[in-house]
């Protein structure tokens, strides 16, 4: 059994920074392309950031230059610093792993539950 649980999330003012993370647990070998999505009420998930295991990162255009994600592969966590937030991030942020393996499987599209930013203007 593996999770991933995510926390950080809360309520600040525009241009005010946060960071959430995201820990996998589990007896886990390795854990691929980690990722940040996020959801605002009334619209479709939508991709902020991906890293790869190496440490390789991409983000959607609405955040670049804003937002780094970053990970320890030994604590098995991925970050997700935002800074200048703007109201329009606002937003359920959720944590995505690609796959994740351990000892008896490959798990695939692995997604924590979620936590709440909110940015007020």
């Known amino acids: 059994q593996v999770q991933l649980v995510e926390s950080g999330g809360g309520l600040v003012q525009a241009g005010e920074s946060l960071s959430v993370s995201c820990v996998a647990s589990?007896?886990?070998?390795?854990?691929?392309?980690m990722g940040w999505f996020r959801q605002a009420p009334g619209k479709q998930r939508e991709l902020v950031a991906t890293?790869?295991?190496?440490?390789?990162?991409e983000y959607a255009d609405a955040v670049k230059g804003r937002f780094t994600i970053s990970r320890d592969n030994a604590k098995k966590t991925v970050y997700l610093q935002m800074n200048s937030l703007k109201p329009e991030d606002t937003a359920v942020y959720y944590c995505?792993?690609?796959?994740?393996?351990?000892?008896?499987?490959?798990?695939?599209?692995?997604w924590g539950q979620g936590t709440l930013v909110t940015v007020s203007s």
């Open positions: 890293i790869t295991a190496s440490g390789s990162a």
């Open positions: 995505n792993a690609d796959s994740i393996v351990t000892p008896r499987f490959r798990h695939r599209e692995v």
């Open positions: 589990g007896d886990i070998f390795t854990i691929g392309t």
